[in-house]
Nanobody
Framework: QVQLVESGGGLVQAGGSLRLSCAASGRTFSNYAMGWFRQAPGKDREFVASINWRGGTTYYADSVKGRFTISRDNAKNTVYLQMNSLKPEDTAVYYC?????????????????WGQGTQVTVSS
């Protein structure tokens, strides 16, 4: 059974930083791309960042480019999202997901399993 457990969310002031972690189990983590998505109240779930199976290719939403960094540690079965210069509009529930592909993609349709999410709240 595939399990993804996010951690690291919380309340932070605008301009601050948070580091999200997602621990995976139940499948060979290093064989698949990973992604982070987020959903704000009243809005659809949106792509944030993705990383391919080896960690050599990453993609970011335009809204987070230059502020967020996705990385992975295949030895620890964990993917990270370092979030700097946070803005109130980054407030959302953040979800990690494991892809059915090795290549990093932006479409949620390519992600087979999802975590429960972790709340990130950025105050102004």
């Amino acid at each position: 059974q595939v399990q993804l457990v996010e951690s690291g969310g919380g309340l932070v002031q605008a301009g601050g930083s948070l580091r999200l972690s997602c621990a995976a189990s139940g499948r060979t983590f290093s064989n698949y791309a990973m992604g982070w998505f987020r959903q704000a109240p009243g809005k659809d779930r949106e792509f944030v960042a993705s990383i391919n199976w080896r960690g050599g290719t990453t993609y970011y939403a335009d809204s987070v480019k230059g502020r967020f960094t996705i990385s992975r540690d295949n030895a620890k079965n964990t993917v990270y999202l370092q979030m700097n210069s946070l803005k109130p509009e980054d407030t959302a529930v953040y979800y990690c997901a494991t892809s059915s592909l090795r290549l990093a993609t932006m479409s949620p349709d390519n992600y087979a399993f999802w975590g429960q999410g972790t709340q990130v709240t950025v105050s102004s």
